[in-house]
């Protein structure tokens, strides 16, 4: 069975950084890409940032709201997706999710696989 497992957030005051991460664990062939999701209530859930895991080439896209503030990182050795945020804003508050598409052992396809979520609370 496969799951992801995030780590991070928290409580953070505008301007400061936190970091997330996400590792993929279980019975898996290939992870193709990974990445982070948000979420406020009553709005729909929205792409953070992504990066390929299945290839040597880093390939990363951002939403223009984080550009040039958040970075995503991997370390394919550990089927694991960093997201370092910095210069963090109010409108950054949100619950993050981690996404991956993969595909498990002995399946014919990939699939969106979810975490659980963890709060991001950017506040004075």
């Known amino acids: 069975q496969v799951q992801l497992v995030e780590s991070g957030g928290g409580l953070v005051q505008p301007g400061g950084s936190l970091g997330l991460s996400c590792a993929a664990s279980g019975t898996i062939s290939t992870i193709y890409t990974m990445g982070w999701y948000r979420q406020v209530p009553g709005k729909q859930r929205e792409r953070v940032a992504t990066?390929?895991?299945?290839?040597?080439?880093?390939?990363?896209r951002y939403a223009d709201s984080v550009k040039g503030r958040f970075t995503i990182s991997r370390d394919k050795t550990r089927n694991t997706a960093y997201l370092q945020m910095n210069s963090l804003k109010s409108e950054d508050t949100a619950v993050y999710y981690c996404?991956?598409?993969?595909?498990?052992?002995?399946?014919?396809?990939?699939?969106?696989?979810w975490g659980q979520g963890t709060q991001v609370t950017v506040s004075s």
């Open positions: 996404n991956a598409d993969l595909q498990p052992l002995g399946s014919p396809r990939s699939s969106d696989y």
């Open positions: 990066i390929t895991m299945n290839t040597s080439a880093l390939y990363t």
